[in-house]
Structures are given as structure tokens and as C-alpha cells.
């Protein structure tokens, strides 16, 4: 199925949580600073209902996405108020993709874990949650992954600031 | 005696090797530091196993030792500076790595490849993939205490890795896929002896499958360990020959073609081996390992069919001095020799990403650990460590 098939199925299921898509478009010869977006179609789903959205897609018939491949989070910009979740799952069957986005505001970066539906979204979300200090309520094991457990700050948020020292060591 | 022997239940944490151990005495639970610098591990990982005696009742990863920023260094170097970062990942599929991250920042662009490029690419990649299973295979036994097969494959990775240094001056971080198609044409000559290479290699292989692959010893060791099931398989979004290995049939070469994988498979060149429980439960360390050794003649088929439909041509596209990603997200993913390795890439248009993100192979495949080692007897637990193909510089980017 393409995108458009895709939609259209999530639409006819009343999927949980389905805001809207953000389609690839050319640039408007019109408009010169509109540059148009490249890429790939996405759904656009609300954070706190991810979880929900997921297993719908996970146990729907015609959509049958048994693979979660990625999940993961972004920092579009150090001013804006929105972290992006970005899930990306795969159907064996029926050989389509979907890319999920979700918008989550930085001063509330919370949502429930999707372990639940796809185990495979344990570690990746361990991940998320050190490196832009998301939380995801209700991981069955919510320790840090790849930093140190002591480390302060989110890495690869936008404001993050480079540590001049770690444990007495200089890093400049 | 068997009187004061005490019954008692381990739950889940049956014997892998089918009762051939008998418990009788119960011992305290010990804690046991499996690595971060034991040979087994391929590179530095730690497993927190909880023993009882021989038997391995808890497992728990730590990653981390290797974590070199991958991903936070792709938001501050330009996007052609970030290619020899994409080597580092898995150090063992350079060619892999940096094909993934081309075609992702190429499906941005939306250029075009030349078609002699697209060939190179991929008898280059399958070059790599061959040789990155020659590591895995031969790796493989020696963890489990088969030391000559070790010595054969790395002979012929050897000699992989010559043609790599002739095509591109490195050995191991290659950086030769690039942005628009490949760094500089082959030398005179190269293509014949590729050619060569697939010759003796066909010969050497069959060599490989006698000495371990089919050896009874090997066999006893791997059988029916570490078995994972299509259902697990699926929920933990395994990817490659583990997937493969658990009996799924799934490869994006074949089923979510990209550059001209399609082509080759219409053509009927090669197939995608999947594993089929012979020496054992489907899913264990064996039909692993038959993946990957299955999957080198396999590439060795498409090299071939490369060799044979070469054109002449320019081998890199135009592409402007200062690269300029068009505003946009793309999500690419290609058969690494591990799994699939996704790219994520995120442009605000301007010379350096907003993201850049890694879904690695081995990062996804390595979770099972946790719940594949319990059950297993610590000799097997390297046996099972092992049969994941474990290279953690890909784990930890």
C-alpha cells in the first residue's frame, strides 16, 4: 500500500489519536521563499495516544505493521517549544512503510512507553529518554543506555551545553 | 542420597541444551561480570549475568564503553564532512554504512546516480558484506574453540580487503561511497580481478561449510541454543540474518528493492537464504550461522552479475562544491550485512542537518539478549552471544 492507501485505511479504522499527514511538496513558483519539502509522507499522530495509534496498526488486518524499526525523537530548533517523536514501522507482509511524528511539548515531555506493544521499542526508547530527557511513563527499565548514569543534561537537545569537566577531568 | 536431594523449580530457567545437565544442588545466585574487555565481546560490552552454578538465570546488558556521539556529530559537521563518521559505526560494513548514508541524503537531493556508480556500489557493498560474514563466521568458532576456520576466512577477507585498498586506498574505513555515487573509478584490471576473487572464492567456501559449518562438534555447540522464535523475531524488530535465521523471509535487497537490487533479483541471480531448522528448533545459533555463510555465495552470485552488465560512464553525478540539502525528512533503510540500517535524516535546507539519526542493526538485535541468556548455560551463553554477529561500535555509534 502507499501512503495514500495507508491513510485512508487509518482513516476508515477511526485510528486512535490521527491529527493529520505532512506531505512532501514542490516549492510554490510564486512564493520564493517557499522551498517546498523533499522526503518522505508522514501521519501525524497525538503523543499521549501513540501507544493506542500503534496497536491498531500493529493488529489491523490490511495495515499488519508486525515490525516497530525505530524510535526515536528530534530537536527541530533551540527556540521552538516541540520535541518531534519519530516512529518508523515496517509491514513484512504487505512490504509498506509508515513514518509516525509527534509533537511533544518541551515543557512537558512526557508519554506512556510503548514497550507494551513493540518490545523492540525498549532500548531505542532508553535512548530517547537520556539523550533529549523525554519520559516515557511506564518503561520497564528506564536507566540510561549509553551515558553514564551521572550524566547531566540531554545531549541532543539544541541547548544543550558542552560540560567543560567530567569527574575532575578537563574537557577542553 | 536422593533423599537430601532438594526439588526444586527454576520457572522459566530450563537447560538450553535439552536436559542433558542434571540440577541437583541448589547455589546462591552469583553475580558475574561478562566482560567489558573479554574477547567474546567482539569490542567492549558488559552482560551483568546472575548465575546459579552453570545455569545463567538473569542477563543484563550495559552499553555505552563505545559511545563515540555519532549522531550529535552529525548536527555539526557539514553533510559531506559526516561520511567518514558513517564508516565508524560498524567497522566491519564501512562500504555498507556509507551507502546507507548516501542514499539517504541522495533521496533528499533527489539526484541522480550514474548507472556504472550504482554497479560499483554494489559489488562493493557485497564485497563487504562477504567480508564482514567472513569476521562473523570465522569469529564465531573461535569463541566456541574452533581456531583453523578463524585463519581460512580471515585469508580470504585478506584478500577482500586488498581490493578494497586498490579501489580506494583504505582498509578498513573506506569512505568510498559517496554523496552522488563513488570517490574515483576503478583501476585497470580491478573488475578482472574481482572476477578472479569469485572463483577462488566459490572453492574456499565450500571449504568453510566442511571445516565448521557441518563439523559435529560445531553442531553440538550451536543446535538448539539460543533459540528464538518468529513471534520474538518479530516483536523485537530483528533485522538480517537473525531475522532470516528465526525463519522469516524478509530482505530488503529483494523486497524493498533500492539502486538496482531489484534488477538482479528479476534476473533471477540470486536468492535470499532462510533458515530452516535442519540441525535443530528453527531460530537457534546454527541457523544463524547458515544464514551468513549461505548469504556469501549469495553475494558472491551478484557481484557477478555486476561484472557482467558494466557499462562505461562517469561514476559520480554533479553535484554543487558547498552541498545544500533541500528542506525535509527522509527515512532510508538498506540490508547491512546485521540487519537494516536506517538513516533519518532531518534538513532545514541549510549545509548541516538538524538530525541525524542511526537506527543500527545491531542496537535493535542486541535487546534479545536479555531474554534469550536466561535458561542458558554459561558456556552457551558465548555461544549465543556470539551467534548475534556483535559488533558494538554499531551498538553504541
Redesign the interface.
Known sequence: MDFQGLHDRLLAINAPGLVGTDE?RKPNPKDKKD??????P?VIVDAQQLVLFLEVCRDDDRLCF?????I?A????KDGADLWI?V?L?S?KF?H?L?IKCLLPKSAAELPSTVRV???S???ER?CAE?FGIKFVGHPDPR?????DDWLGF??RKDYEFPKEYHGISCE | MSERTPTISFGSAVPAGGGEVTIDIRTPDLEINFGPQHPATHGVMRILMRTDGELVTGAQPH??YL?R?A??IG?NVEWLQYLPYTDRYDYLASMNNNLGYSLAVE????VEIPRRATLIRIICAELNRIGSHLVAFGTYGLDIGAFTPFLYTFREREWMMALFEKICGARLTYSYIRIGGVFNDAPPGWFEEVARFCDVFDVKWQEYVDLLLVNQIFVKRTANIGVISREMA????L?GPMLRGSG?D?DLRR??PYMCYGEIWRDGAYKIPVARGEMGALGDCWDRAWVRVQEMIESIKIVRWCLDHMVDGPVIGELPKTLK???????V?IENPRG?L?H??????GKVS??T?V?GPM??N??VLEDILPGALVGDAIAIIGSTDIVVGET??
Open positions: 512532501p522551498k517546498g519539502r523533499a522526503g518522505d508522514f508486525e515490525q516497530l524499526i525505530d526515536t528530534t530537536d527541530p530548533s519519530n518508523s515496517l513484512l512490504r512503510r513514518q513493540y518490545r523492540a525498549q532500548w531505542n535512548e539523550m540510561n543506555i549509553l551515558l553514564p545531549p541532543l | 552499553l555505552g559511545h556521539c549522531e550529535k548536527e533521496a533528499l537531493l533527489g518479530l516483536d523485537f524488530a533485522t522469516v524478509w523486497d524493498m540539502v533541500p528542506t525535509g525528512e527522509v527515512y533503510g537494516e536506517g533519518y535524516l532531518v534538513s532545514d535546507g538538524v538530525r539519526r537506527r542496537c535493535t542486541h535487546a553504541d555509534r
